[in-house]
C-alpha cells in the first residue's frame, strides 16, 4: 500500500480532493461542522507520509491556542513523534518566536516584554501625560482603539498623523508617537506589534525572508477570513514566490471586524492569487436540517459572500424553539427550567447546554438565575486566571527579572509589598533617569552602586527611600544572576519569599487563602514547564501567558452549563443551544444600524451561534430588558423573520409568564414576529466630544454616538471609578454642559 493511503479512508470526495491537493495556491471554504481540523490535519500528515515532505518545511498558524493546542493532538496521532519538528501555532506566537530569534536585525532585542491590555493601557496614558492631554476629554481606551487599527493596517504613529480624518484620530497620532517612544524604552511590544514588526522584518530583511520562505515549504491558514491586512501580509511574504499557500476559512463567519479583520481577504484570494483553486466543503456532520437549513435561510439574506450549499446526512431533527420571555428575568428562568427538563427527560448533561448572548452584561441575569436555582455554571471571559492581582504581581516580578528595562511591570512590584518608596521618590528617580537617558531600574543600579561604596546619593531622596532603592535593586540583581541556572520553580519560591510576596499575600485582609491558593495554582502551570526545561525557560513561559486568551481557558464539564458570548463560542458546538436576547439593539446591536457592513457582520454572528448546536436549537427574546442604563420595551430581532416558520415552534409554556404590553400569536406559520422596526427620530445635539451631566454618575464626556432602532445610543466615558457607560437617551438623565 501507497504510504499514506489510509490518510484518505473515510474522507468524503470534497475533503479527499483537499487533501490531495498539494501544490499551489489553495482556497478551501469550510461551512460550519464541515471537519474542517480534520482536513488540515489529514493534509498535513499526507504531505508529510505520502509526499515525503519533511516536517520542518511545514507551518500551520490558526488564531486561538485551544485551535493549535488540538490541532498539535490530532498530528500526533497521525504522524507520531515527526509532529514535534512541525510548526504549530498561532499567528501571535509565531511572530513572538521570529522576533526572539530574528528581532535584533530591526532593533529588537531578544529579552523584550510583551504587553497586555492593562499594561498598554498604562503605556498610553504615560503618553498622553506626555502629550499634555487630559483623560477626562479623551479616553486612553479610546485612543487604544485607534491606535490598534492603525498598527493591523500597518500604520506607525506619522502613517495615522497623515492619514487622520477626524481631530480624535489627530491627538491619537500624537499620543502614539509618545507611545511608541515609552515601549522601545521599556523594550516592550503589545500583541499588535508581533504582527506589525514580524511584517516589518519579513520586508526588510530579504535575508530573514528568504531564509524562512526557503524553510517554509508549505504554509496553511487556519480560519483565514478573521485575517486582518498585517496578518494576511505576513502569510503572503512566508509564502513568498512558490505560493504553496492554502487557506481555509468560511467568510459567512467573519465576526472580527472590530478586531480589524478583513473579510475582503478571503473574498479576494483569487484575484490575489489568480492560479488558486477553490474547493468547497458543503457536508455538516454538526447539526440536523432543521438547525442547518434555519442558518442558510439567514444567512442567505447577506450579499458579501461566497454561495455555497451545505447539507447534512444528520435527519431534519426537532423545529427549533422559540420563546418570548417577559424580561431578562423571566428569559433566564425559561432556559434553567428547560434544562432540567432536558436532563430530566432526555439524559442530557447539563455540560452539553450552552447559553449564548451578544454583550457580556446579558450574563448577569442567568448568573443570578444560576445561583438561585442552585445550578452549576462556568462563565467563559470572566476574570481570566492571569489577571487576578496576585497572579500578575509575581508575573510582573518575572518579567522584570526577564526584561529589567520593563518600567511598567517595575512601577507595578516597587511597592508590591510596601518597602518605603513613595510616589514622590518615584517620580524623582523617574525624572532622573529621563534627564540621565538611563532605564529606570538601572538608576537604582547607580544608587545601589553609591550607597554600597559609601557616596552621596545622586538622586535627592529620602535616606530611607534611598535605602529602600538600593535594597530592591541589590535583591532583583541577585534574583536575576539566579535565575540563569535555576529551575523556573525554584525561581518562583525564591521571588515569593526574596520579595516578601509570600507573607504580604498570606498575611493580607483580602482573602488571603484564595489569593494564596491562585499563587500555588500558577506554581503548578510552571512545573509543566520544568518537564521540558527548554534553555529559554522563563522566557517561553512568559510569552505563552502573553498569549493566552479568554477562549483558551475553556474546558468541558458535564456538570455545569456554559455561559458564553457569541464571539467567544465560535469553534466551538454543543448537543443544545439557548441564544438569548434576539432584539432589535442588542442582535443586531444598535452600533451596526447606520453600517449595511456592520448589519451583515451581526448577522454572520447570529448565523455562527446557531451553528453551534446539534440537536436542540432555542431562540429567545423579552419584551423589556433592562440594557445600558435602562428599561424599556423591545422589538423582536429582524433575525428571527428571516428563518422560516416552518422550521419554528412556540415553547411550552408551564407556568404563566408576566402580562406583556404586546404578547405574541402562534399559528400554523410558527410564532408571528413583531413589525419592523419604527424609523429612527430626529437626531439630538449631541456630538462626540460633548460635555454632558448624568444625574447618577456625574460629568462624562460623549466618546461615540450612534442611531438604534427607535433610539440613540450614546457612549460616555465618566470619571475613572464610574467608566464607560452606553446609554439610551430616550431613557438617560443627561445634561449638556454648555461652554
Not at 674 to 684: E, F, G, Q, T
Request: proline share 5%; charged share 25%; aromatic share 6%.
Amino acid at each position: 500500500m501507497t504510504p499514506g493511503v489510509e490518510l484518505l479512508e473515510g474522507l468524503n470526495p470534497a475533503q479527499k480532493e483537499a487533501v490531495e491537493t498539494i501544490d499551489g495556491p489553495l482556497l478551501i471554504i469550510a461551512g460550519p461542522g464541515s471537519g474542517k481540523t480534520r482536513v488540515i490535519t489529514h493534509r498535513i500528515a499526507y504531505l508529510v507520509r505520502a509526499c515525503g515532505v519533511s516536517p520542518r518545511r511545514i507551518i500551520a498558524v490558526t488564531f486561538t491556542n485551544k485551535a493549535a493546542r488540538e490541532m498539535r493532538d490530532r498530528l500526533q496521532q497521525l504522524v507520531g513523534a515527526q509532529a514535534d519538528a512541525l510548526t504549530v501555532g498561532t499567528f501571535h506566537a509565531f511572530c513572538a518566536l521570529l522576533l526572539r530569534r530574528e528581532g535584533e536585525s530591526i532593533g529588537l532585542p531578544a529579552n523584550y516584554s510583551i504587553y497586555d491590555a492593562d499594561d498598554q493601557l498604562s503605556l498610553i496614558k504615560q503618553a498622553m501625560e506626555l502629550a499634555e492631554l487630559e483623560p477626562k476629554r479623551n479616553p486612553p481606551q479610546a485612543i487604544r482603539s485607534v491606535i490598534s487599527k492603525a498598527k493591523s493596517l500597518l500604520m506607525d504613529s506619522r502613517g495615522l498623523a497623515q492619514r487622520a480624518e477626524t481631530y480624535f484620530e489627530e491627538i491619537s497620532a500624537r499620543v502614539f508617537h509618545h507611545y511608541e517612544e515609552l515601549l522601545a524604552r521599556n523594550n516592550a511590544v503589545d500583541f499588535d506589534d508581533l504582527l506589525m514588526k514580524a511584517v516589518l522584518l519579513l520586508q526588510e530583511v530579504s535575508e530573514v525572508r528568504e531564509r524562512y520562505q526557503s524553510r517554509y515549504q508549505y504554509l496553511m491558514v487556519d480560519e483565514f477570513q478573521d485575517t486582518n491586512v498585517a496578518q494576511y501580509r505576513l502569510a503572503r511574504l512566508l509564502a513568498g514566490d512558490q505560493a504553496n499557500i492554502c487557506v481555509v476559512g468560511d467568510p459567512d463567519q467573519s465576526i472580527y471586524s472590530w478586531r480589524s479583520a478583513d473579510i475582503r481577504n478571503i473574498l479576494s484570494f483569487q484575484q490575489d492569487y489568480p492560479q488558486a483553486k477553490t474547493i468547497s466543503l458543503e457536508q455538516n456532520y454538526r447539526s440536523t436540517g432543521a438547525i442547518l437549513e434555519a442558518a442558510q435561510n439567514l444567512i442567505s439574506v447577506n450579499g458579501m459572500r461566497l454561495q455555497k450549499g451545505l447539507f447534512t446526512d444528520n435527519g431534519q431533527g426537532a423545529p427549533l424553539v422559540v420563546h418570548e420571555a417577559y424580561d431578562q428575568e423571566e428569559e433566564a428562568s425559561f432556559v434553567l427550567g428547560e434544562i432540567d427538563r432536558l436532563v430530566r427527560e432526555e439524559s442530557v448533561k447539563p455540560g452539553d447546554c450552552a447559553v449564548m448572548y451578544r454583550v457580556n452584561a446579558q450574563s448577569r441575569a442567568l448568573e443570578e438565575a444560576c445561583l438561585h436555582r442552585g445550578t452549576k455554571y462556568r462563565l467563559v471571559g470572566g476574570v481570566r486566571f492571569y489577571q487576578r492581582r496576585e497572579v500578575k504581581d509575581l508575573l510582573a516580578y518575572l518579567h522584570l527579572l526577564h526584561n529589567p528595562a520593563d518600567e511598567v511591570n517595575l512601577s507595578r512590584v516597587i511597592s508590591v509589598p510596601p518597602r518605603g518608596i513613595g510616589a514622590k521618590s518615584m517620580q524623582a528617580l523617574a525624572r532622573w533617569a529621563l534627564d540621565q537617558q538611563i532605564p529606570l531600574f538601572t538608576a537604582m543600579q547607580r544608587i545601589a552602586a553609591c550607597r554600597s561604596a559609601g557616596e552621596p546619593c545622586p538622586v535627592a531622596l529620602p535616606s530611607r527611600a534611598a535605602k529602600a532603592v538600593a535594597d530592591f535593586a541589590t535583591m532583583v540583581d541577585e534574583l536575576i544572576a539566579s535565575s540563569a541556572n535555576t529551575r523556573i520553580v525554584d525561581l518562583i519560591d525564591q521571588v515569593l519569599e526574596a520579595t516578601g510576596l509570600r507573607r504580604h499575600i498570606q498575611s493580607g485582609e483580602d482573602r488571603p487563602d484564595e489569593r494564596w491558593e491562585n499563587i500555588l495554582e500558577f506554581r503548578e502551570i510552571a512545573q509543566e514547564y520544568n518537564a521540558e526545561e527548554p534553555a529559554d525557560g522563563l522566557a517561553t513561559l512568559l510569552e505563552r501567558i502573553s498569549l493566552v486568551a479568554d477562549v483558551d481557558s475553556y474546558e468541558e464539564s458535564e456538570e455545569s452549563i456554559t455561559l458564553i458570548t457569541l464571539h467567544q463560542a465560535k469553534g466551538l458546538e454543543f448537543p443544545v443551544v439557548f441564544i438569548v436576547g434576539l432584539e432589535e439593539g442588542l442582535l443586531p446591536h444598535s452600533r451596526s444600524m447606520e453600517s449595511e457592513e456592520q448589519l451583515e457582520e451581526e448577522r454572520r454572528l447570529c448565523y455562527v451561534g446557531i451553528t453551534r448546536a446539534q440537536h436542540h436549537l432555542y431562540l429567545l427574546r423579552a419584551f423589556r430588558r433592562g440594557f445600558m442604563g435602562s428599561t424599556g420595551p423591545t422589538v423582536s430581532s429582524r433575525f428571527l423573520r428571516e428563518i422560516p416558520g416552518h422550521l419554528l415552534t412556540a415553547a411550552k409554556r408551564e407556568q404563566s409568564v408576566k402580562p406583556a404590553s404586546k404578547r405574541s400569536s402562534f399559528g400554523a406559520r410558527g410564532p408571528a414576529i413583531d413589525a419592523p422596526p419604527a424609523p429612527m427620530p430626529v437626531r439630538p445635539t449631541l456630538e462626540i466630544g460633548d460635555l454632558v451631566r448624568h444625574s447618577s454618575f456625574g460629568e462624562g464626556v460623549v466618546t461615540d454616538f450612534v442611531a438604534t432602532a427607535g433610539d440613540h445610543e450614546v457612549t460616555i466615558q465618566f470619571r475613572e471609578d464610574v467608566g464607560v457607560k452606553r446609554l439610551l437617551l430616550s431613557f438617560a438623565p443627561l445634561e449638556k454642559i454648555e461652554g
